[in-house]
């Protein structure tokens, strides 16, 4: 898997969007960037994937930038149950199972 | 998504004594997988709990401190062996599913939150 690299932490205002980067400057042709978040005392919940397109869903939206270096986590209306840890992770789409979760980024939605 | 059920959901356990987590999935899934995360820390995995043969274990685990049964393919069982206050983690069970497209996705139950006194 290739290595990523997020910030420790970062606020939101509630109702504001949040905007997590990713970098991932050795990413490989073949490789996907997923997200997933951790709240606290759960274990991780699958957000989002993309490969080169920008993708949306009911959680959220990814952007991924043309030279696939780096992606964004956009929450679009942060709430405070979005409080949580944010690990961006880059892998091939098979083998999901054996995936790498670095230190990720603890994401704190304020009132 | 498939869902996961762990037991037990935590425990405290005296050093020298083992514990056996279960994990039960709500589905057929070919892949399984037990991770640890200690405190503060992210995930690391485990091993690969293999149906029908013995578990694939990642570099610096065990199949002595950690034997993994996975009976069928949606049961599947952590044991840690002889505890010590080291082994205060966060255990989680994962399955792998279908996205379609050639494209899994991993799913993760709530963790077992062992400390050990």
């Known amino acids: 898997d290739a290595k990523t690299t997020q910030p420790t932490s970062m606020d939101c205002a509630e109702g504001r969007a949040a905007n997590l980067p990713c970098n991932h400057s050795?990413?490989?042709?073949?490789?996907?960037v997923y997200w997933y978040r951790q709240i606290h005392s759960q274990g991780p919940q699958y957000i989002i994937h993309g490969l080169k397109n920008n993708e949306t869903n009911e959680m959220a939206s990814l952007i991924i930038t043309e030279d696939r270096k780096s992606s964004t986590l956009i929450l679009p209306h942060a709430t405070l149950r979005d409080t949580a840890v944010y690990y961006c992770i880059v892998r091939v789409p098979t083998n999901a199972g054996k995936s790498t979760f670095g230190d990720g980024t603890t994401l704190t939605v304020k009132p | 998504s498939a869902v996961i059920s762990q037991k037990p959901s935590r425990d405290i356990c005296q050093r020298g004594t083992s514990l056996t987590i279960q994990c039960q999935v709500d589905s057929q899934v070919t892949m399984m997988f037990w991770y640890r995360q200690q405190p503060g820390q992210s995930l690391t995995l485990i091993a690969t709990a293999n149906q029908g043969s013995e578990a694939t274990y990642e570099s610096g685990f065990v199949i002595d401190k950690f034997p993994i049964s996975r009976p069928n393919l949606t049961f599947s069982t952590l044991t840690v062996s002889n505890m010590s206050p080291e082994d205060s983690s966060i255990y989680l069970c994962s399955v792998e599913s279908s996205l379609g497209s050639m494209n899994t996705e991993a799913f993760f139950g709530q963790g077992t939150r062992l400390t050990v006194v």
């Open positions: 050795t990413i490989s042709g073949n490789e996907y």
